[in-house]
């Protein structure tokens, strides 16, 4: 079983993903964290985001065992990671990783912007998660200053719909809901609420197939 979960920049796709995962015991991958490696192994190096040959030397290069770094999680990371995730050739790059990541057996549950319209459009769930601009802003401030970072919430606004406007206006694989994904908004549920509306969607979707 494959499940697709899309949607934009903190609309808490992540933990649903993540939950729905734990829940069915599948595997989880938050594809984020792929352009993000790629977005801080240039930084790190001093190179241009935009320099094509090293961004995807980095994406070929790209080390799993990493992925649990915090660095990555940062609002500037992020922001790298949606100049570098609008690159044709870094986006190919990393389709083999995810796509054989998403056959894991017994299921796997990825999160992104394309994993219903592009890596995995044969995923038998499909959701888009939505949630109002401002309250995802709210949530990604409270985030940051979890972590101990500061973070002034209307930059961080700005931030997310500089980042969505990038993210859906790109030429290669845009920000989208798939034909067949199901909407999913976020903005007055709780994480518990999300969840349990996530897991009647993936419930649903069994019950139709077994019908057949
Ligand atoms: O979801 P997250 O904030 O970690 O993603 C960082 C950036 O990586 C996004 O703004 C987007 O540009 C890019 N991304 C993507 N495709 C994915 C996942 C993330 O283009 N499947």
């Not at 990671?81 to 054989?100: G, H, K, M, Y």
């Not at 961080?156 to 290669?172: G, H, M, P, Y």
């Not at 908004?185 to 993936?202: K, Q």
């Amino acid at each position: 079983m494959k499940i697709a979960i899309d949607g934009p920049a903190a609309s808490g796709k992540g933990t649903l993903a993540k939950r729905l995962a734990a829940h069915y015991g599948y595997h989880h991958l938050d594809t984020g964290i792929l352009y993000r490696a790629v977005a801080q192994a240039l930084l790190g190096a001093g190179a241009e985001l935009t320099n094509e040959a090293r961004a995807v030397a980095a994406a070929q290069a790209l080390d799993p065992a990493r992925f649990d770094d915090p660095a990555l999680k940062s609002q500037a990371t992020g922001d790298a990671a949606s100049v570098v995730s609008a690159i044709p050739a870094v986006r190919e790059a990393l389709t083999a990783f995810q796509r054989d990541f998403a056959a894991r057996p017994p299921g796997a549950v990825l999160d992104g912007r394309d994993i219903g319209t592009v890596i995995c459009p044969d995923a038998e769930v499909k959701i888009f998660v939505v949630a109002d601009p401002a309250v995802r802003a709210r949530r990604r401030t409270l985030e940051a200053r979890a972590r101990g970072e500061a973070a002034d919430e209307t930059a961080v606004l700005a931030d997310i719909l500089r980042r969505d406007e990038r993210d859906r206006s790109r030429a290669t694989a845009p920000l989208q809901r798939a034909a067949d994904a199901l909407l999913l908004d976020n903005t007055h549920l709780d994480i518990e609420g999300g969840v349990r509306a996530a897991i009647a969607i993936v419930e649903a979707a069994r019950a139709g197939r077994s019908r057949v």
